[in-house]
């Protein structure tokens, strides 16, 4: 018998140059141009970046396959000897180990996502809202750069979540080395030509500048913890008193600085994007913002909003979601075939260099009617395709976004206590996305922020 034929063709992108394949045009707009390259060639698709040969797969079948199916053939790129990418930044944590490591640091760290700690994680997450937007009332009615209110507002969210403590001191610092951190890891990944960190170029001494800050703001956390020797029951907890269940041994400083800074950076980078992109769509729709108002006014009656309140703000939700449709945090997701495999009846060589794309998948138009389109609606009314991995903003399998719960919390949470005071009305023209690791406005988005009158809470 003769082996099924593949419903998959494998194509080669054409107009790659010589020594170079790509490269040039995926590095000026990377998104876009695999974007550009499915909607022309298909759900599999094979190019090149300099030396390295890349497999673009785009349907939920093959994401399945690469994710869940044989997530153990596909494992993370990661070479300490010259690491590229996230774990130039992340060392060997959470978001890019592979193997015993990994296995290892999930089970220290599972619990404290667990869905039922959420509740009360809501309550510090609509303290912190609270706090952080208090600030706003020196600038209603003017336009502010809501993406950096969004990362500021993220990052004192998982700061005290996590780790029982404020970075609102650091937070620009923050922030400043965090941009330049993820996009020197992602311009690693495509620069085939990348000097050495060494070579003393302005890139690489900024980078390590930003590096060394994050180390001793993460180290100096830690030391404080042990110093005081007070007990929070965080992750900061956690991951001190973790002990491997056959030796007894504790994390080493490294382990704990790359779990620490993972948490940190993946924490509310991811989130921060979310809710940027969110608002951006929600000034774009005036129909949907004042549906969404409309229920956060009549559920919260002016209050702050709890856990509990998320049950019965079903279209905040929906919003939240078809904004992660629309903008993936993560649009390709990236893996390393270990062995020799086959996807979708197609063979993949050992070693061979596999992206997931999020974003063409979120976006199919065999899975998602009116797939360009931001329809809240259609979390509403079931439309959700019957394919498990047409929708993967927090990734799929055993290597799932430990923090899905986290986010799923946080996002509808903020987005229910901001819109509750502020109509956020956009101030610039044209928005344009940017890759770095994660899906970012590039520049920023400027927005207004109109004050709203908050209804007084009824006493029935």
């Known amino acids: ?162 780790f029982t403590t404020s970075m609102a001191q650091h937070i620009e610092h923050i922030s400043r080395a965090l941009r330049v951190s993820l996009k020197y890891a992602f311009d690693s990944f495509h620069n085939p030509l990348r000097l050495p960190m060494w070579v003393p170029t302005h890139r690489n001494r900024e980078f390590r500048s930003v590096m060394q800050f994050m180390d001793g703001l993460i180290y100096g956390l830690l030391a404080e913890r042990r110093q005081s020797g007070a007990q929070h029951g965080d992750l900061l907890d956690l991951l001190l008193q973790a002990r491997d269940e056959e030796t007894g041994i504790g994390l080493s400083d490294q382990e704990l600085r790359d779990e620490a800074l993972t948490i940190f950076a993946a924490g509310h980078e991811t989130t921060a994007n979310a809710l940027d992109w969110t608002w951006y769509l929600l000034a774009s729709h005036p129909e949907a913002k004042a549906r969404f108002h409309e229920e956060v006014d009549r559920v919260l009656q002016g209050r702050t909003p709890n856990a509990d309140d998320l049950q019965h703000l079903p279209y905040t939700r929906a919003i939240f979601d078809e904004s992660l449709r629309l903008y993936p945090p993560a649009p390709a997701v990236q893996r390393k075939a270990a062995t020799n495999v086959t996807v979708g009846g197609l063979p993949l060589p050992a070693g061979a260099l596999v992206l997931v794309g999020t974003h063409n998948l979120h976006r199919h138009p065999a899975f998602w009617p009116n797939s360009d389109q931001f329809l809240p609606e259609r979390w509403l009314n079931s439309e959700r395709p019957a394919a498990r991995c047409a929708y993967l903003p927090f990734g799929a399998g ?54 709203r009158k908050v209804p007084v809470e009824s006493n029935a």
């Not at 976004?401 to 101030?427: Q, T």
């Not at 996305?433 to 970012?440: A, F, K």
Request: include cysteine; charge should be neutral; aromatic fraction near 6%.
């Open 1 to 162: 018998m003769p082996d099924s034929v593949s419903p998959f063709t494998l194509i080669d992108v054409p107009g790659g140059a010589p020594l170079f394949g790509h490269l040039g045009e995926f590095k000026k707009r990377p998104l876009e141009t695999m974007s550009r390259w499915w909607r022309r060639y298909g759900d599999a698709l094979r190019f090149r970046l300099g030396p390295k040969t890349l497999h673009l797969f785009s349907h939920p079948d093959l994401a399945e396959e690469i994710l869940v199916q044989q997530a153990d053939r596909f494992v993370k790129v990661y070479d300490p000897q010259r690491p590229t990418g996230l774990s130039l930044v992340l060392g060997n944590g959470l978001v890019t180990s592979s193997g015993e490591v990994w296995k290892r640091h999930r089970r220290i760290i599972q619990p404290i996502f667990h869905r039922s700690r959420m509740a009360a994680m809501a309550d510090r997450m609509a303290q912190v809202g609270e706090q952080r937007i208090a600030g706003w009332v020196d600038h209603e009615g003017q336009s502010v750069d809501i993406a950096t209110e969004m990362m500021q507002l993220a990052l004192e969210v998982i700061s005290q979540t996590m």
């Open 398 to 451: 055993p290597r799932a976004c430990v923090g899905i719960h986290f986010a799923s919390v946080e996002g509808p949470l903020l987005l229910a206590l901001i819109g509750r005071r502020y109509d956020l009305e956009l101030a610039q023209e044209t928005v344009e996305s940017e890759l770095m690791v994660t899906l970012r406005p590039k520049g920023g988005i400027r927005m207004i922020l109109n004050p």
